[in-house]
């Protein structure tokens, strides 16, 4: 994603900076190791290019920045769940308006911490008090935390993902290692199916992993791409394929030629089903991606 032509705001610092991206604000990082892209309508990060790499992170050149809509590409955050479990599909987190808590810069890269807290808007979907802080920080990898802390006098359930869309030269020479074989997949009505130990594409895909390995590999022809998940138990594999593309307004008809998602996820097949969070305990949700 070019970043350096969008207009600035306001400078934080000598790499942190707010800028415009259409309708929406975005943290903009130039920074010696990578530069990256985090939107507060969502929490969402739209790109991250570490030094010397092509975008690890796809989006659409169709995707609508606006805050009435979830962004297509980029790195979505699910929660307080994944799927269509309950309204909105993948919770509303990726469609609220977050804010800057901090930034800072270590060694490896900077940091920036945003904050989602409930408001008369979540309660009126899910009527909870809750405190999230999603920690991004940028450097030879990102990584992504969601950090979602039990505010409330009670416990509630979620389940959530980071929605990782990758970018990748060309899927029909993609393949996928470290997902594990057993899968229940979206597009059978949820049927448990066993497969190989490498996936190679060439269909719609929408599957849940169930006995994922940590890291998940990704190699197309140029490149092999690296995703560590921590916290899940589960990882999606997604790609919409031709027909699923040109249903979707806001992805380009070829676009699903290079990108697939790979989500750390934790899935659930309904609310009352998913992860129980007492008061004062924290749903830990996080991914890192390397080339
Ligand atoms: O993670 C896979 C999935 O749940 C698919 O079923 C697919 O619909 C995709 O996410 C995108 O969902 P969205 O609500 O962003 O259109």
Same mark, same amino acid.
């Given at each position: 994603?070019?970043?350096?032509?969008?207009?600035?705001?306001?400078?934080?610092?000598?790499?942190?900076?707010?800028?415009?991206?259409?309708?929406?604000?975005?943290?903009?990082?130039?920074?010696?190791?990578?530069?990256?892209?985090?939107?507060?309508?969502?929490?969402?990060?739209?790109?991250?290019?570490?030094?010397?790499?092509?975008?690890?992170?796809?989006?659409?050149?169709?995707?609508?920045?606006?805050?009435?809509?979830?962004?297509?590409?980029?790195?979505?955050?699910?929660?307080?769940?994944?799927?269509?479990?309950?309204?909105?599909?993948?919770?509303?987190?990726?469609?609220?308006?977050?804010?800057?808590?901090?930034?800072?810069?270590?060694?490896?890269?900077?940091?920036?911490?945003?904050?989602?807290?409930?408001?008369?808007?979540?309660?009126?979907?899910?009527?909870?008090?809750?405190?999230?802080?999603?920690?991004?920080?940028?450097?030879?990898?990102?990584?992504?935390?969601?950090?979602?802390?039990?505010?409330?006098?009670?416990?509630?359930?979620?389940?959530?993902?980071?929605?990782?869309?990758?970018?990748?030269? +060309?899927?029909?020479? *993609?393949?996928?290692?470290?997902?594990?074989?057993?899968?229940?997949?979206? =597009?059978?009505? $949820? %049927? @448990?199916?066993?497969?190989?130990?490498?996936?190679?594409?060439?269909?719609?895909?929408?599957?849940?992993?169930?006995?994922?390995?940590?890291?998940?590999?990704?190699?197309?022809?140029?490149?092999?791409?690296?995703?560590?998940?921590?916290?899940?138990?589960?990882?999606?594999?997604?790609?919409?394929?031709?027909?699923?593309?040109?249903?979707?307004?806001?992805?380009?008809? +070829?676009?699903?030629? *290079?990108?697939?998602?790979?989500?750390?996820?934790?899935?659930?097949?309904? =609310?009352?089903? $998913? %992860? @129980?969070?007492?008061?004062?305990?924290?749903?830990?949700?996080?991914?890192?991606?390397?080339?």
């Amino acid at each position: 994603m070019n970043l350096t032509h969008l207009p600035t705001i306001s400078v934080l610092s000598d790499s942190v900076t707010i800028a415009q991206l259409d309708d929406v604000k975005i943290i903009r990082v130039l920074h010696e190791k990578a530069e990256a892209a985090i939107s507060l309508h969502g929490g969402h990060v739209l790109s991250f290019t570490p030094k010397g790499q092509e975008d690890l992170i796809w989006m659409s050149k169709e995707a609508i920045f606006n805050p009435e809509k979830a962004i297509r590409g980029g790195v979505p955050v699910c929660w307080p769940w994944f799927g269509r479990i309950a309204n909105p599909a993948h919770g509303f987190a990726r469609n609220s308006a977050w804010s800057l808590i901090e930034h800072r810069e270590n060694e490896n890269g900077v940091i920036v911490v945003l904050g989602l807290s409930a408001s008369e808007e979540t309660k009126a979907i899910w009527p909870f008090e809750f405190k999230a802080r999603l920690t991004i920080e940028i450097g030879d990898e990102l990584l992504i935390t969601l950090d979602a802390k039990n505010t409330d006098d009670k416990a509630w359930n979620c389940s959530g993902a980071l929605h990782t869309y990758l970018n990748i030269a +060309d899927i029909t020479s *993609t393949t996928i290692t470290g997902m594990g074989s057993s899968y229940i997949d979206g =597009l059978l009505e $949820a %049927k @448990v199916c066993f497969g190989g130990e490498v996936l190679s594409i060439d269909t719609a895909v929408d599957r849940v992993y169930t006995q994922p390995e940590d890291t998940i590999l990704i190699s197309d022809a140029q490149r092999t791409l690296s995703v560590t998940n921590s916290g899940h138990n589960a990882a999606v594999i997604w790609n919409p394929w031709i027909e699923g593309a040109e249903s979707m307004g806001d992805m380009n008809n +070829d676009g699903y030629q *290079t990108m697939v998602c790979v989500e750390s996820t934790y899935h659930a097949t309904s =609310l009352e089903a $998913a %992860k @129980v969070i007492q008061p004062n305990e924290s749903f830990v949700l996080a991914t890192s991606i390397k080339a």
